[in-house]
């Protein structure tokens, strides 16, 4: 059972739109809500994440919004740039035995054209 | 600061063959995860340490793989005998046991090919 879920495996957006990243899951257990980043042969990158107690998190350009009453988040990058090309993996966490349990989606590939 | 370092970066073996991951967390982290990552799907989680004290080894098939970090420091993921099926990316993470919020400093990865 895959109780995060990124259902676009990919995305194009053309340099100095928006780009939206989309989430979806299904414990409602889960009380902080992640990205991470992931260039080519490197380890994921921590990039911005959400508190279930808020709906929104800004760090720069970007943007998570998070909606519990329909189990969705969503990541907004704007303007985009060619940098963002990457991997975008959701994850959900949850406080387990001591340590937050971190559940991750299948990622979205993001493509930024020039 | 020194991120998490993991060795070997890449790895080919015959099916059958042992291999074994090394990884050493960020200076002060108590908390190191072992993850694999099957090709197009995100990490998932194969065992958590608290210091040396493996809490939540759940996910890991313990018929071929172990784990230790015997010091709470340094840890290895072994394979052993390896299967077709193992070849994926193991990565290695570490956090402090103060981050709530589960942000997690991964490592560059091992990428395992089982031939």
């Known amino acids: 059972d895959q109780q995060v879920k990124q259902n676009s495996p990919s995305l194009s957006v053309q340099e100095g739109r928006i780009s939206i990243l989309n989430c979806d899951y299904t414990?409602?257990?889960?009380?902080?809500f992640l990205w991470y980043k992931k260039y080519p042969a490197e380890g994921p990158t921590f990039l911005i994440s959400?508190?279930?107690?808020?709906d929104k998190n800004e760090d720069g350009r970007f943007t998570v919004f998070l909606n519990k009453s329909a189990k969705h988040l969503s990541l907004h990058i704007v303007p985009s740039q060619p940098g963002d090309s990457a991997v975008y993996f959701c994850?959900?966490?949850?406080?387990?035995?001591?340590?937050?349990?971190?559940?991750f989606g299948q990622g979205t590939r993001l493509t930024i054209n020039p | 600061e020194a991120g998490v370092v993991q060795s070997p970066r890449y790895k080919i073996i015959e099916k059958k063959q042992p291999v074994a991951f090394w990884c050493n967390p960020i200076?002060?982290?108590?908390?190191l995860y072992w993850y694999l990552q099957n090709l197009g799907q995100g990490p998932e989680l194969l065992i958590r340490?608290?210091?040396?004290?493996?809490?939540?080894d759940s996910q890991l098939p313990k018929d071929r793989f172990s784990a230790e970090r015997l010091k709470g420091v340094d840890s290895t993921l072994k394979i052993q005998p390896a299967e077709l099926g193992d070849s994926a990316v193991y990565l290695c993470?570490?956090?402090?046991?103060?981050?709530?919020?589960?942000?997690?400093?991964f490592g560059e990865g091992s990428r395992l090919t089982v031939l």
């Open positions: 340490y608290e210091n040396e004290e493996a809490v939540d």
């Open positions: 993470a570490s956090s402090t046991r103060q981050g709530r919020t589960g942000e997690l400093f």
């Open positions: 994850a959900a966490s949850a406080y387990s035995q001591g340590a937050q349990k971190l559940v």
């Open positions: 959400i508190s279930s107690i808020k």
């Open positions: 200076s002060g982290h108590n908390t």
């Open positions: 414990n409602s257990m889960f009380d902080y």
